[in-house]
């Protein structure tokens, strides 16, 4: 079954405490990104990648970093540095020129 | 600056019945304009996608138009069944070198509640 897989469903962090969140892809896309979701508010991106070994900041990178070592892989920590993390957080792979296929989430919240 | 403003913010519908929501964007120059269903708790999932060229596309229930001289979308869903409750999100995307093929701008969504 081809995919997105994001993992896990729920998450929740302590303060000062760094979480990673998941995203592996059997799509064999070459390019990955991060979204964040707040309640009313469209996507928005965090961080990206096009190729193995390379990545990009987007939109609301502070307080976030990432790694892409494998095609499949591309993980995504919140670091005590982002002081307000509580949201649902959305990993895709790009189809083509824009097609996104989305995971089913993670919802982050703080304790 | 590039937008993409959707309306409805919300809607209630009676199942059975027909309902419009729409999408107007400001993103110049336009590529495609995607449609998703974004059920709750879950990652959108395409609809259909226009491109400049398209006045109309249907798949199964769902309707999109688009008029690219006024920048206008709209989503047509025909008698309208439980499944159908969801947030459905207007994506517009544009050529942009600097952010790989494409650049694109989110719509903050309508939430679609049909109820029995």
């Known amino acids: 079954d081809g995919g997105i897989t994001q993992s896990p469903k729920y998450l929740f962090r302590k303060e000062g405490q760094n979480v990673t969140l998941s995203c592996e892809q059997n799509?064999?896309?070459?390019?990955m990104y991060w979204y964040r979701q707040d309640p009313g508010q469209g996507l928005r991106l965090i961080y990206y990648?096009?190729?193995?070994?390379?990545?990009q900041k987007g939109d609301i990178a502070e307080g976030y970093s990432v790694s892409r070592e494998k095609k499949e892989s591309f993980p995504l920590t919140v670091t005590s540095a982002q002081k307000n993390p509580t949201a649902f957080y959305l990993c895709?792979?790009?189809?083509?020129?824009?097609?996104?296929?989305f995971g089913s989430g993670t919802q982050l919240s703080v304790l | 600056k590039n937008q993409v403003e959707q309306s409805p913010q919300s809607l209630i519908i009676l199942e059975g019945k027909n309902c419009t929501l729409q999408?107007?964007?400001?993103?110049?120059?336009?590529?495609?304009l995607r449609w998703y269903k974004q059920d709750t708790g879950r990652g959108p999932v395409s609809l259909t996608i226009?491109?400049?060229?398209?006045n109309t596309k249907s798949n199964g229930r769902y309707t999109a138009t688009l008029d690219a001289d006024t920048k206008q979308s709209s989503l047509h869903i025909t008698a309208s069944q439980l499944s159908d409750s969801a947030s459905y999100i207007c994506?517009?995307?544009?050529?942009?070198?600097?952010?790989?093929?494409?650049?694109?701008?989110f719509g903050k969504g309508t939430k679609l509640s049909v109820i029995p």
């Open positions: 895709a792979s790009r189809q083509g020129r824009e097609k996104l296929f």
């Open positions: 799509l064999n896309h070459d390019a």
């Open positions: 990648s096009q190729i193995v070994n390379d990545f």
């Open positions: 999408c107007n964007y400001t993103v110049s120059p336009f590529s495609n």
């Open positions: 226009m491109t400049f060229s398209e």
């Open positions: 994506v517009v995307s544009y050529p942009y070198s600097g952010a790989g093929s494409y650049q694109l701008t």
